[in-house]
């Protein structure tokens, strides 16, 4: 895994079918069945994005592989919400185990924090009538801030009743319910970025 080919698209991770079979410990074909057996629970541009015609032309170009996606007429790629799915379909303690990998070490990617200079910690120590977005009063970003709040809440409760002695069975179904509400949490952070905030007040 830890050699696993970083595939981005549009400044997303994606994993092809074969890569996640491949990491999963299960054949290409099991990943496309479990797919088309579920195709109602998956959602494009949400659990995966599907290449063909001239963007699939595109993105053979700018991306090296080295099975037979080359010769493929359409490519899926599958985001994380996606491989979660999967996970759930084939529930083995080695998808699992592997999501868990996937999400720490693949999806999500550490930003490199931006480099200070002079000028702008002089700018963030200016006096204080300085004007600042007005997040506090803007509706309907404190609206999906209460939302991810309550998901957090979920998410501790869920923490909470699965940090107990429990039978099997219950145990695999409270752990599917954290990675659900985890990953939820994360999806809702990342819509936060979308909302315009324009509205600047003196502080």
Known sequence: MKNLQVIELNGQRVLTTSQLAKSYGTARQVISNNYARNRGRYTVGKHFILLEGQSLKEFKASHQFDDNL?????????????????????NTDKAWEVYDWLVDFYFRVKEQPKQITSRSLAEVMKAKDDLRLDIPNHKELQKKLQELDNLCVALRCVMLLYNR???????????????????????????????????????
């Open 165 to 203: 002695y429990l039978e099997p069975e219950r145990a695999q179904a409270i752990q599917e319910t954290l990675y659900s509400i985890g990953a939820e949490i994360c999806s809702e952070a990342f819509r936060l970025k979308s909302i315009k905030i324009d509205k600047l007040v003196k502080v």
């Open 70 to 90: 080359k010769y493929a007429h359409t490519l899926y790629l599958w985001t994380e919400k996606g491989a979660l799915l999967h996970a759930k379909s084939l």
